[in-house]
Structures are given as C-alpha cells and as structure tokens.
C-alpha cells in the first residue's frame, strides 16, 4: 500500500506557468530574487522554465504532496525562521531550508524525480 502512494506521488506533476508576475510581485518581500515558485499544485516562474528550474519546483510540488500541503508550509516557514535566528541573514536562512537543500542538491540529477525517497528532505536539516 505504502509503495503504490509513493508511485503515486512521483507520477504527479504540478500546473506549471511561464512569464507569471507572481515570483516578481513575492520578490518584493523575500530575501531573494524569486525565480519560481511552488505552491500547491501550481508553479509560476518569471520567465520561461529551464528543465533543471522544472525539476526544482517539481521536489518541492512532491514534498508538498507528501506532507499534505499545510504541514509542509508551516515546516518550510518554521525552518526559515530559525535559519534566521541561527544565521541572522534572511538569503542564508534560505539556502540552508532542508526543502531547499533537497531540491537545489538533486535538481541536476537525471532520475532522482524517478527514484526520490519519500521524506528526503529530513535528510537535509542540520543540528
């Protein structure tokens, strides 16, 4: 039962929209120039998507899934927060998120869409 939702949640893909104005308008108010971003079953880039930019968003659309969407907000906003304590700089505070530590890491790999283990991204949260 367990492997037929992992299958399940690896076959998925999120709507994907190019030249979208919502990473710019969200650049306004993040630490970082936004390129793309995932929420829900949607990911909206500034610009046309390159295949690793797709790949990225696509990590997080299944790590999303896995948590059921609403966990994994609060957990990506939780881990954000406290790379800001810990860090004191917002741009760190997100490179060091396990969400994108994951995505950012595997990005580039060819079959990791195909073979990702569910909940990876524990894997990626420092001490």
Not at 64 to 69: D, P, T
């Amino acid at each position: 039962m367990f492997e037929k939702i992992k299958n399940w949640i690896r076959a998925r893909r999120p709507w994907m929209f190019n030249n979208s104005k919502i990473p710019v308008f969200l650049s306004h108010f993040a630490p970082i120039e936004i390129w793309a971003v995932s929420f829900g079953p949607f990911v909206a880039c500034r610009g046309v998507m390159s295949k690793t930019t797709e790949k990225h968003e696509i990590i997080h659309f299944q790590q999303q899934l896995e948590l059921l969407f609403l966990p994994q907000w609060i957990l990506y906003g939780a881990f954000w927060l406290i790379g800001l304590v810990k860090y004191r700089n917002g741009r760190q505070a997100y490179y060091e998120n396990p969400f994108e530590r994951e995505a950012y890491d595997n990005e580039r790999k060819h079959t990791y869409l195909q073979r990702r283990p569910f909940y990876n991204w524990v894997n990626y949260i420092r001490g």
